[in-house]
């Protein structure tokens, strides 16, 4: 068993593994940059002068960053579960 799916914190656990509240952050992030970015374009909408749109770089880049690793960690979790299931089904039917 991988330390990546042992659950964390040495006094009360909750049951989460790293990779669960590695997830919750990644989602919180997204959204607070999703929200400043909505935020900045409505801003830019009203009042073009001041470039609201053109100074949101470093959000949309944690954003797109974040969105990555997501995905990254769902792949990883559904690639896992996959081969699981493949090497069961060898299993029961190599067994007569």
Not at 50 to 55: K, W
Request: proline share 2%.
């Amino acid at each position: 068993m991988s330390t990546l799916s042992q659950p964390i914190g040495t006094g009360v656990s909750f049951g989460k593994t790293f990779r669960e509240v590695l997830r919750g952050f990644l989602l919180h992030i997204c959204t607070i940059c999703s929200f400043i970015y909505i935020i900045a374009g409505v801003l830019d909408w009203y009042n073009p002068y001041m470039d609201f749109a053109g100074h949101t770089f470093g959000a949309q880049t944690v954003l797109c960053v974040c969105v990555i690793l997501l995905s990254a960690t769902k792949t990883s979790g559904t690639l896992r579960r996959r081969n699981k299931r493949k090497k069961a089904g060898r299993r029961v039917c190599t067994k007569k």
